[in-house]
């Protein structure tokens, strides 16, 4: 089992940059596929970016390639999205999750353990 602690959200300007990071708990941090999700007002979780146990592959949204990095660093147990060229639209709850599937998908139902969400304001 794992807990996720996000953090690095905050108020940013359009065209500015933001970095979040997701800390970890447990031994197994390694064994784990990582994903961010994000949720706006009145709108469904969405898939962002998502980092392989092994950091071998990583995956995104058509709507943030090219903008945003997902990392991670086992050493410290942490995820992390780079989001660089913020838009207004990007405006949302982002989440950090995690799941061990030997597939990493970019359902939110695939992933079973959640952190509970920082928030990101661009303003236009």
């Known amino acids: 089992q794992v807990q996720l602690v996000e953090s690095g959200g905050g108020l940013v300007q359009a065209g500015g940059s933001l970095r979040l990071s997701c800390a970890a708990s447990?031994?197994?941090?390694?064994?784990?596929?990582f994903g961010w999700f994000r949720q706006a007002p009145g709108k469904e979780r969405e898939f962002v970016a998502a980092?392989?146990?092994?950091?071998?592959?990583?995956y995104y949204a058509d709507s943030v390639k090219g903008r945003f990095t997902i990392s991670r660093d086992n050493g410290k147990s942490k995820v992390y999205l780079q989001m660089n060229s913020l838009k207004p639209e990007d405006t949302a709850v982002y989440y950090c999750?995690?799941?061990?599937?030997?597939?990493?998908?970019?359902?939110?139902?695939?992933?079973?353990?959640w952190g509970q969400g920082t928030q990101v304001t661009v303003s236009s």
């Open positions: 447990g031994r197994t941090f390694s064994t784990y596929n």
């Open positions: 980092i392989r146990w092994s950091g071998g592959g990583t």
């Open positions: 999750a995690a799941n061990r599937n030997i597939v990493v998908r970019t359902a939110a139902d695939s992933y079973d353990y």
